[in-house]
């Protein structure tokens, strides 16, 4: 796919200048919507570009800038094909791809779509994209059985623009899109459901397996963590000839949605007011919480989990367990179970991550793993939402300083989501505070000089949001070394949203002289800019 420039064959290309939307049109015709812009005054008008196909609601976005955009740092050298990027104060910016760029079928997802908005990403001077690499994909038939190939013609597509590419390694299943985990650890789990979380009524969560099962041989013979090791070395010696120079990083999954937790919030959960339950249900979770009991000397303790505890629907204020004044959680039994629990995934964590790690010991790729904000009910004195997903927090103990030191120890950058979240904008009931936990985290990780990389929670597009990105980037104490923008799609290019990214990506960077890389009589300056046109077909 070819990207439009309109122009002389020698030219410059600086970043697009603010956009101004005006003039709005809407075309309805064969089930295709478009939606083009042109703002004359400020120098953009519509020009020919190649179609950008997404399979839901569609948008065209075109742009032309003239002679008279100013101050953009982004220089584009025609005859060499090379984009200057800059960072901000050493902060790299990346995208995600669709969390589906990669079937469940191992084919690639609406490739012409990436193709073009890899090209559109590169000229924005966007340092590289994320791109999530699924466990049930490239292991889907049998233990050993790995199939790379779509994955490699991704990566081989973002080399061929000069981007940098990070790869998540997800050992999780996705409902939507749906990416379920491999077909064979599927039906091993059809037979012996213990392999999976569970909670107190017997429900299990089947989209990441139990850490209880950890070092369990469940799956044919072999314990996960020998799965999962031999399913790094497969991607090590794969992608090896992009090791250190197309692929940069590494995420490593580490439990639901890749995330360092318990899966205690559950699609069952139908309002603000719960704050999950606890995972420790399952047979191995339950033995080793018995064990445990008893080494105490409190064999009573080791039955389960909290029995005053709410469920996924009931506010932790009403009493029991999380109650503000004289609940469970404070006295003693409270203090030997949730350090327990804690402990358990803290301890996943590490063998993970230290697994990974020795793993890619001799690449020069940078590691990372990520945790999650559990920031609703964080104003509340037990923090219940973050004690149930396993991190021992409250308001008076910093839950946060061993997971950190956990992730400095293995060499491993930590991954904090919720850079866009403001605490004004959470439902009263919630009792959140997003900015006040992010600080709390924050200050963990430069305790115990631990590598910190940003992601935002959502694709919204509002302005408020890429100020809180900005502010968490670029204030006195900002700490991240990487931020990546989740996600690319048809929300991410569309019109109210990625014209906002636009403008949000050149506030990050301080204005830069015009670079002139022709002289002569036939120099064109950015005049003839790309067209980045985006049309998504309704389903």
Request: proline share 5%; with cysteine.
């Amino acid at each position: 796919m070819e990207v439009s420039v309109i122009g002389s064959s020698q030219l410059n290309l600086r970043r697009i200048d603010n956009v101004g939307l005006c003039n709005l049109r809407r075309n309805l015709s064969a089930n295709i919507l478009n939606f083009k812009y042109s703002n004359y005054s400020k120098g953009y008008n519509l020009v020919q570009c190649p179609r950008f196909l997404w399979p839901s609601r569609s948008a065209v976005l075109s742009l032309r800038a003239s002679s008279s955009a100013q101050n953009q740092p982004l220089v584009y050298d025609k005859a060499s094909n090379i984009t200057t990027n800059i960072s901000i104060d050493g902060t790299k910016l990346c995208v995600g791809l669709p969390l589906d760029t990669v079937s469940s079928c191992n084919s690639i997802n609406h490739a012409r779509a990436i193709a073009a908005g890899l090209k559109a990403l590169k000229l924005l001077g966007v340092d590289g994209v994320e791109l999530p690499v699924w466990w049930g994909v490239a292991e889907k038939e049998g233990r050993g059985d790995y199939n790379w190939s779509s994955y490699l013609a991704i990566v081989e597509m973002v080399k061929s623009l000069d981007l940098e590419l990070h790869v998540s390694l997800c050992f999780h299943a996705s409902e939507d899109p749906k990416l379920p985990l491999p077909e064979w650890v599927s039906r091993i789990g059809d037979s012996n459901p213990s392999i999976y979380f569970t909670d107190k009524s017997g429900q299990q969560y089947k989209d990441c397996l139990s850490l209880g099962v950890d070092d369990v041989p469940v799956l044919d013979g072999k314990t996960p963590l020998e799965v999962y090791k031999e399913l790094l070395e497969s991607f090590k010696s794969s992608f090896s000839p992009f090791m250190g120079s197309t692929i940069t990083g590494l995420t490593i999954g580490l439990g639901p949605d890749g995330e360092l937790r318990y899966p205690s919030q559950r699609a069952t959960s139908t309002s603000l007011i719960g704050a999950g339950e606890f995972q420790c249900y399952d047979v191995n979770m339950l033995s080793q919480l018995k064990q445990h009991a008893e080494a105490h000397g409190n064999p009573l303790w080791g039955l389960g989990g909290p029995h005053d505890a709410p469920g996924y629907n009931e506010s932790p204020m009403a009493g029991g367990f999380f109650a503000e004044n004289g609940g469970a959680w404070e006295n003693q039994y409270g203090d030997f179970f949730l350090s327990w629990y804690s402990s358990q995934l803290l301890s996943h964590g590490d063998r993970v991550l230290s697994l990974a790690a020795s793993t890619f010991r001799d690449v020069p790729v940078a590691l990372s793993g990520k945790t999650p904000l559990m920031h609703r009910w964080s104003k509340a004195r037990s923090h219940p939402s973050e004690l149930t997903a396993g991190f021992y927090n409250t308001a008076s103990r910093d839950g946060y300083g061993d997971v950190a030191e956990m992730f400095s120890r293995n060499s491993c950058q930590m991954i904090l989501p919720g850079f866009d979240l403001t605490d004004d904008r959470q439902p009263a009931e919630s009792w959140s505070s997003p900015e006040t936990l992010l600080a709390a985290m924050q200050a963990s990780c430069r305790k115990h000089k631990t590598v910190v990389s940003g992601q935002n929670a959502v694709v919204c597009g509002s302005p408020r949001s890429f100020e809180q990105i900005s502010k968490n980037l670029m204030g006195e104490n900002a700490v991240a070394k990487l931020f990546t923008y989740q996600r690319m799609g048809a929300d991410f290019f569309s019109p109210e949203h990625f014209p906002r990214f636009t403008q949000f990506v050149r506030s990050l960077n301080e204005p830069a002289p015009l670079v002139d890389d022709l002289a002569g009589e036939d120099e064109e300056s950015a005049e003839s800019l790309l067209g980045i046109n985006m049309q998504m077909q309704t389903a």
